[in-house]
């Protein structure tokens, strides 16, 4: 669980461009609630369906900052072995918004 974090934080610091990131945890129900936002490049609308695919990548992070397809699909691999749920949206000022969901 400790890796799915990292990497989340890591790639709101990564493509954040500088900007203030927002780490929240909260109990929804009988489930706790895992919140990241950032105010980077977001994630192109076509691509969110498929952001947690191995080897995907983004097209806005095909630079030689960008990484190499596999993070978060180990991410929601972790999240499912503890019975969670994953997802990514875009943040309606800037950015993305990365949520998952574990039974608490």
Known sequence: MIQAI???ISNAVKYGEGQEITVSLK???DQVQFKIIDQGIGIPENELHSIFSKFMTSSR????AGGRGIGLA???KIIEAHRGEIWAKNNEKQGAIFEFLLPS
């Not at 992070?61 to 030689?64: A, D, E, H, L, R």
């Open 61 to 64: 992070t095909k630079t030689p």
């Open 74 to 76: 180990l991410v929601q």
């Open 27 to 29: 109990k929804v129900g």
């Open 6 to 8: 990292d990497n989340l």
